[in-house]
């Protein structure tokens, strides 16, 4: 090679002097070659700008959505449980299985009828379901997990499951007013399950990963939400004593085919509720043929008269004011009294009582004339200061404050009867809160529906002597010459006030009852305030003693047994006498 | 000289990148077995919460009672048949 260096090496021929170059061609097929190249790169560029620049969300998005998931992290609703730790709501997995309704009718027959087998329903019913131009409808929800595991081993198309949460209670209609129950949707809707609703319910959180062809996560794209899961609850409730109350309330409402019964368990030291059932009650995991007489929660939410529970009450006005002691003596014979217009009665004429006895043999004429001597004032103070006609503060759903009206519409005759209960309308845990001044030396405590930690601050109403004078003779009337011989207990000192009231249908007296009884025990050293009533006994008995009065007893036994709380007495054999005082109502 | 640099660069960069790639695909591997265990850990959650409930329905006082008073002919305690002991009494 060398001097001429642009020289086609096969012909010889210099570049130059090539005879292809020789060819004159037109100018302007070059130009338009070159033209056409730099209208494509033109094109090209603009693409790229497009796509780089103007559209780039929605390819993005585009992208994303092919590999990116945002995943729901649910949280578990927290556990109820006892005082013990006994698990008394807790919720656990399950399913709902939903269905697109065209792509599910074409499977096979025989499957479909095994599906509805799984489901539980009729071959019809899961038609009509299917039957939908919808596409998504839920077949069932709250299935469990082996069945869902069936059902999908069917591998029938356009079934799909998603994860919920079902709530169960294992102790069923013990435990229902307390606990409550909760929606579908896993929100409370009754009793501490509503109340707590706040502090149960979890946060649900969430993630965003990116997944693979096989739906492995590969990794997380942006930090997660964590999930927290709801509080764990700690209720007051002892397991035990509950069951003993709810049964025993039972075995009474059946007894004297009472309508309703309620019945109310409180630690005197603590203020926490041990127990509180009601009758009629219901079983919370299968609500389908729930009704409102079951759902009603009687002792926080029913008032009534009280009757003979509320003259302690006006007694230890009058102990505390020291207007009496409890040796003064009142005439209450001829067992009938009249004030203005009005005529008040006592079941017998009792002759003339001491304070102590009045409340031993539940004398209205006693207990009025004790009210007479003090002004409506004073009595509108005690009956406030106890909590009858406040608005409750007990944390629990729907409970009511009851009424006592303003002390200066009272009449002589209204402060008369108020003062033994009538005219006046507490609810039964109002009544068993009032009685801790009397359980406790003379202050009142808070009520609890959750585990106390540290022991309540009380409030003073009345003396520490006047409450002691008051439990002496709240011990006299179990004893055999009181009114409620029947709650006494072997082995412990007990005490309590029974009370008979008519109820009030439209406004007016009807020959209807409500019996109660509130006691203390044991009288040594008051653990437990112990609070019965039930609603029109139509069995024969309607007084308090009587029809609630074994209730308090049988009660007070075992919770105090379970307790192991030493006996105060050593009388184990009971007497109760044929013919036990009659109160007056 | 310059030449030397840049194949000791090169042979630098290659390694990295081998590196980065061994590390994306140990991250993947430990991201699996983390997910692995947690779901591990909410399954056990469940079945301790499972348990909890059985041994709440399997305990509870209406059951109990039933099979002592049935089944194994037990009688509650009275006081009349309770001998009651005192620490320290004579």
Known sequence: MGATPRTAAAKGVPFVSSPVLAAKLPAWRSRLVLFLIFVAFVTLAGRALWLQGMSTDFLQKQGAARYARTLELPAIRGKITDRNGQVLASSLPVKAVWAIPDDVQEAPKEKLAELAKLLNMSRAELNKKLDSDRNFVYLKRQVEMDTVDKILKLKIPGIETRKEYKRFYPEGEVMAHVVGFTNIEDAGQEGMELSAQKTLAGVTGSRRVIKDRLGHIVEDIEAVREPHDGKDLTLSIDSKIQYIAYTQLKAAVEKNKAKAGGIIVVDARTGEVLALANLPSYNPNDRSDLTGVQLRNRVLTDTFEPGSTLKPFTVALALDTKRVTPSTVFQTSPGQMTIGTATIHDSHAHGPLTVAQIIEKSSNIGTAKIALEMPAEEMWEMFTSVGFGQPPKFGFPGAVAGRVRPYKSWRPIEQATMSYGHGISVSLIQLAHAYTIFARNGDLIPLSFQKVTDLPIGQRVISQKTAQQMRAMLESVVSPEGTAPQAQVPGYRVGGKTGTAYKIVGGKYVKKYVASFIGIAPMSDPRLIVAVMLDEPNAGQHYGGVVAGPVFANVVASALRSMDVAPDSSVTNIIIPKDAVEESM | ?90
């Open chain 2, 1 to 90: 000289m310059s030449g030397r640099i840049c194949a000791v660069l090169a042979a630098v960069l290659v390694l990295c990148a081998l590196a980065l790639v061994n590390s994306q695909y140990q991250h993947r591997q430990l991201f699996i077995e983390l997910e692995r265990a947690q779901s591990q850990a909410r399954q056990l959650d469940i079945d301790w919460a499972q348990l909890q409930l059985d041994q709440s329905t399997l305990g509870k006082h209406g059951r109990i009672e039933t099979i002592a008073r049935r089944d194994l002919h037990m009688v509650p305690v009275t006081p009349e048949r309770t001998q009651y002991l005192t620490m320290g009494a004579k």
